[in-house]
């Protein structure tokens, strides 16, 4: 699954959702528009302000619809663009010609004055579940989400600083860590709310509402976690066997050197058993090479005849005779 089919599948589950109460609808409605629509001002004929909500999800596009119809009693223009061989989603417009100033106003998007204003508007989100829906209109306007099996990201991209951080701060609110930063563009920077970490992810989707999508994003997360733990383990195991391999390979080059300098019959006794055993066995542990010892020693006992070994290797000529 790609990472936008992932994020397709849950705005469709986002956008099928219907708040039941009007404190609700109003937050996720503003929560759309402030992330999703464009204002058009038109001239001397028609209408002055055309409200434009453009999505590549029919869901979505169906729910404006239905929440400024709830909301106002208004019925939009629904249009559907297509995007060419290259760009085969469709795009979803709904368009709205009047009452747009009453709309916007509602979304705290236009100010008492007239004038456009930004951030998050803190009378339409004081509730918990109202903070939810407007998050929820946020992602659905320009939000996109990681496939569960890969590295876990999600973003929203915001319009402003000021939208950014006052969401980040409402996802706070909830529990969820977000953080707001700006992404350099090719004309200016863009500013967007990142959630990462994939336990911190999966409980954005459940407060959003995608409760399905939360546990494909649950069971994906813990395979990745699994394999990545299997993976660890095994890269573990084989740093140390090779690290037990050289290990072994330099002690037989230790007993080698002192056999060649002293000879056998010039090691003491239980220093001669130990290279004895660590000649035949070149791949055993050291655990093992003190099983194998009679009596048994520790591993511990086994590395201090090895360690007596290679200073005895690296003695100069005739100074062994104190050693023995």
């Known amino acids: 699954m790609a990472r936008g089919q992932f994020t397709v599948r849950v705005k469709e589950e986002l956008a099928a959702l219907r708040p039941a109460t009007p404190a609700e609808r109003r937050a996720l409605l503003a929560g759309l528009l402030r992330f999703t629509s464009t204002l058009h001002l038109g001239g001397t004929v028609g209408p002055r302000l055309t409200l434009v909500l ?47 100033t009453r709309v916007l106003g509602g979304a705290r998007i236009l100010g008492r004055d007239g ?64 953080a707001a930063g700006a992404r350099a563009g ?43 733990e299997a993976v660890r383990l095994a890269n573990a195991d084989q740093a140390n066997l090779r690290r037990s391999v050289t290990a072994a390979m330099a002690q037989v080059a230790v007993v080698e050197r002192a056999v060649t300098r002293l000879g056998w019959t010039g090691l003491p006794e239980e220093l001669a058993a130990v290279a004895t055993l660590r000649l035949a066995h070149p791949d055993a542990t050291l655990t093992e090479l003190g099983a194998l010892l009679d009596p048994p020693r520790s591993k511990g006992a086994v590395l201090a005849r090895l360690r007596r070994l290679a200073a005895l290797a690296e003695q100069p000529a005739g100074a062994h005779g104190a050693e023995r």
């Open 115 to 178: 004038e456009l204003a930004t951030g998050l508007p803190a009378g339409l989100v004081r509730g918990r579940a109202a903070a939810a829906c407007y998050a929820r209109g946020a992602f659905l306007g320009r939000g996109s989400v990681t496939v569960p099996t890969r590295a876990p990201h999600l973003e929203i991209g915001a319009p402003d600083e000021r939208t950014a951080r006052g969401l980040a701060g409402l996802l706070a609110r909830l529990d969820l860590p977000a």
């Open 186 to 228: 090719v004309h200016e920077e863009t500013w967007r709310v990142v959630v990462k970490g994939g336990e911190a992810i999966g409980r954005t989707l459940a407060v959003l509402g995608a409760r399905d999508a939360y546990l494909v994003w649950e069971d994906g997360r813990i395979r990745r976690e699994v394999r990545g």
């Open 54 to 100: 453009a999505t590549e999800s029919g869901g979505v596009a169906r729910l404006a619809f239905w929440l400024v119809h709830a909301a106002y009693g208004l019925r939009p223009a629904f249009r559907v663009r297509s995007r060419g061989a290259l760009a085969p989603r469709a795009r979803y417009e709904v368009v709205l010609a009047e009452r747009v």
